[in-house]
């Protein structure tokens, strides 16, 4: 058992990212049984889910003639447009039904706001509005984040900057992540990671 000041973070093991989603990850669902064995060795388990209402800005058929995978200008910065995923209720946004959430002590919604993308557990894409996982951490005198699940270049990778910037001993554990890489993104986010100071375990 790990000791009480460490976190299992597990980002987004949700139907639409995993085969036959929406957005769907390669290998997404392969990362399950390693999920749900580490979750055995923590004392505070927490699941987040990308939860979007049907009009999300990121949704790529919001935005006449852009396509999926494009990059468009938002008054917080460019975003990538997706293919619309996670919309809140559906069975794409569901935790896939293989994950164990009974172990799990929070589950963190993000991306609720029609006009900003979230893609980091701690702050929306802005960088700036919170989402009240640090609050949430720091009051229960948690410190050390261990960060699995989808996708390692976005929600994860996202995730252990915020974290780590926030002063967190953040470690990505790769082999239960899996990147949706979208040109380079996932060797970008890997590279941002290390010089941020995460542990980066392969
Ligand atoms: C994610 C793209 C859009 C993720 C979420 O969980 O990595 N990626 N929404
Ligand atoms: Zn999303």
Redesign the pocket.
């Known amino acids: 058992m790990r000791a009480a000041d460490e976190a299992l973070i597990v980002?987004?093991v949700q139907n639409d990212?995993c085969p036959n989603g929406a957005?769907a990850v390669a290998e997404g669902d392969a990362i399950i049984p390693q999920i749900n064995a580490l979750m055995a060795d923590f004392a505070c388990v927490v699941l987040t889910q990308?939860w979007h209402p049907a009009d999300h800005s990121?949704f790529a058929d919001m935005h006449a003639g852009a396509e999926a995978f494009g990059l468009i200008e938002m008054p917080y910065g460019p975003q990538?447009l997706?293919p619309r995923?996670?919309v809140q209720g559906s069975a794409g946004a569901a935790f896939h039904p293989d994950l164990q959430t009974d172990p799990a002590q929070l589950t963190l919604r993000k991306?609720f706001r029609s006009g900003i993308?979230s893609?980091s557990a701690f702050f929306e894409n802005d960088h700036k509005t919170p989402t009240g996982l640090e609050g949430y951490l720091r009051a229960r005198g948690i410190d050390k984040l261990t960060l699995v699940g989808?996708?390692t270049d976005?929600?994860?990778a996202y995730s252990a900057l915020d974290a780590a910037a926030l002063g967190f001993d953040v470690t990505v554990l790769a082999s239960a992540c899996r990147a949706?890489d979208l040109n380079g993104s996932l060797a970008a986010r890997k590279q941002a990671c290390l010089e941020a100071g995460v542990n980066w375990i392969e």
């Open positions: 980002i987004d990212f957005l990308d990121s990538v997706w995923h996670c991306g993308d893609y989808l996708a976005f929600c994860v949706i």
